[in-house]
């Protein structure tokens, strides 16, 4: 095998290999050498097997590429692996807010850490995870819960207010 060839089949691996990786590693960087290497590949060709050949290779290469990714987007999605890697049911009944945050306004309790401005609060004997409105509250202050918005339960300190 002369050192042109050898060349043709490092570049077809490791494009192969890169593109491959690509799906556990995200970003496309990995995608986009393996595509360089897949070009390097194409031109080691035409240097290794000349003009006619080379072209049949290219063609080659891209048709089972597209043949690849096509099974790729088909068939991984039902594996193992896919599934742990891909959402599985439809999320659009679901709820953000979590169940009696609601239920919470007007409520006092006490920082159980310092609100910079997020923090805990023990409010109604739960640790509840809420934000100040911009705020810094000492731990041990008492606060009063002035709103919830979503999943965040706003804050305000009663210390000076008693």
């Known amino acids: 095998m002369s050192g042109s060839e050898?060349?043709?089949?490092?570049?077809?691996?490791?494009?192969?290999?890169?593109?491959?990786?690509?799906?556990?590693?995200?970003?496309?960087?990995?995608?986009?050498?393996?595509?360089?290497?897949?070009?390097?590949?194409?031109?080691?060709?035409?240097?290794?097997?000349?003009?006619?050949?080379?072209?049949?290779?290219?063609?080659?290469?891209?048709?089972?590429?597209?043949?690849?990714?096509?099974?790729?987007?088909?068939?991984?999605?039902?594996?193992?692996?896919?599934?742990a890697m891909t959402v599985s049911r439809d999320l659009s009944d679901s709820s953000a807010a979590s169940s009696g945050i609601h239920d919470l306004m007007d409520q006092e309790g006490e920082a159980i850490s310092d609100l910079r401005p997020a923090g805990f609060a023990r409010i109604n004997s739960k640790r509840i995870d809420v934000v100040t409105q911009g705020e810094m509250i000492e731990k041990g202050t008492l606060v009063k819960v002035i709103a919830t918005r979503g999943n965040f339960v706003v804050v305000k300190s009663l210390k000076n207010e008693k």
Do not use: R
């Open 6 to 83: 050898q060349l043709f089949v490092v570049l077809l691996f490791a494009g192969l290999m890169l593109f491959g990786a690509e799906v556990f590693v995200p970003g496309g960087i990995l995608g986009v050498m393996g595509g360089i290497c897949l070009l390097g590949a194409i031109i080691s060709a035409f240097s290794a097997f000349g003009p006619t050949a080379g072209a049949y290779i290219a063609a080659g290469i891209f048709v089972l590429l597209g043949i690849v990714i096509a099974l790729w987007i088909k068939v991984f999605p039902k594996t193992g692996i896919g599934k």
